[in-house]
């Protein structure tokens, strides 16, 4: 995978604390910082599970084709009845449902994690403008 790059935001971000000499907004600059890198990491993290999660769904196709043809040549063998092979195709079939389940929540776990970083950064970024007006450090007083 290749190395995270820097969000355009992040790198504004870090101008702003080098151009500042007040303290109080340079630790607030780097909050900031420290949760645009949560975000950036957060959304490879949610891609790299995706992809994962695509590489064990074709995986496990790839598996239960292979299982139903056994299942076939089992039922010509030992001369099983076809309603215990559907039986067990749907036994398999309900196994890859509960799996399906589990990911999906794992997915929207990380994604409400992710939503829930955005919510702090957008309320930090609104706080930083209204200590700036209170300080009277806006972008257009400089």
Known sequence: MPPPRRSSVHERIESLIAKTTDPVQQATLLLLV????ALDANTQ???RI???FEHHKADFNNHTKAFD???VEEVKMFNISAMKHEKAVANVRGAWWAASVLVVAILALASTIVSGYRDTL???SSRVRVLESQV???SGSR
């Open 34 to 37: 420290s949760f645009d890198a």
């Open 136 to 138: 009277g450090i806006g």
């Open 69 to 71: 043809e056994h299942i």
């Open 122 to 124: 957008i309320d930090l």
């Open 50 to 52: 995706a992809v994962a």
């Open 45 to 47: 993290a949610t891609q």
